[in-house]
């Protein structure tokens, strides 16, 4: 289980978030079989979605982001609820580069260049759209500046995931600390001088450092009160029910072209490798249902 730490500074300058992610990115590896680099990759955009989705206000919100890169990785998106559970997809998960220039992982190589998509989902009849450009596909990097060009929120975003010589996650987690209107000039002056000491954080995780005593690290010199610790996961939403509403979003055309094809449809979920199998009747089935739920509205 996944923990993450929720705090805020003593003068109200900045809120800060710490989370371990390292069980978040093993399932994702369980699931989707990735290789080092893509693995890396989109365990960074896990971790990021995961601190990103405990932004939002009410139960029901939830928060999409989708690396969108022209890299060998092709797209990577991940969803979260208010919560920080999140569940991802790689749009190949065989992705593995050489190391880049500093020894690490090319996650940067991997993702490439092209638009990043945040899509925030409150209640509204409209979800809220937010597009910017990836600047270097090391993730952290472009989270950054998707807040302060997008939202107008100055932010330090640090990223790490540590893999193993036998592909599994050693460590994986992050930091993300966001600075609140009128922020005191001394507070922002100490927390850009403590950026340093983040830029390593899978190292920190690996060395068993806490949530805890990560902030002190992101936060030292700066007094803060600790709001809460919650539990998230990688946790997958589908259910039969709902994939089988959205089959009926398609024409009986060409459902009926599906079926006679192979006597079957199965449709497999993106995010946790479900497979759901339907027949002529099930689809009859869910048909009459909705209709029933329709006309009792």
Known sequence: MAEILRGMTKDGSAQILVINSKDIVNEAIRIHRTEPTATAALGRVLTATSLMGTTLKNKGNSLSVNFRGDGPSGHILAVSDYLGNVRGYIQNPHTDLPLNAKGKLDVGGAVGRGPLHVIKDVGEKDPYIGITNI???????????????????????????????????????????????????????????????????????????????????????????????????????????????????????????????????????????????????????????????????
């Not at 009459?288 to 509205?297: D, I, L, T, W």
Request: aromatic content about 8%; hydrophobic content about 40%; some cysteine.
């Open 135 to 297: 600047t270097t596909g090391e993730i952290a990097e472009d989270i950054t500046a998707y807040y302060a060009e997008s939202e107008q929120i100055p932010s330090l975003v640090a990223l790490g995931v540590l893999v193993g010589k036998d592909k599994k996650c050693q460590a994986a987690g992050g930091v993300m600390i966001q600075l609140l209107p009128f922020a005191d000039e001394n507070t922002i002056s100490l927390i850009e001088r403590n950026a340093a000491a983040l830029s390593n954080i899978s190292k920190l995780f690996d060395e068993g450092k806490s949530n805890l005593e990560i902030a002190e690290i992101a936060l030292k010199d700066i007094e803060f009160d600790l709001f809460d610790t919650i539990d998230v996961s990688y946790k997958c939403t589908c259910s039969r029910k709902r994939v089988g509403r959205a089959l009926l979003t398609l024409s009986p055309y060409e459902l009926y072209n599906m079926l006679v094809q192979d006597k079957k449809i199965e449709v497999n979920c993106q995010f946790c490798d479900r497979v759901y199998t339907f027949v002529g009747e099930d689809i009859e089935k869910l048909r009459k249902e909705k209709e029933k739920e329709e006309a009792e509205e």
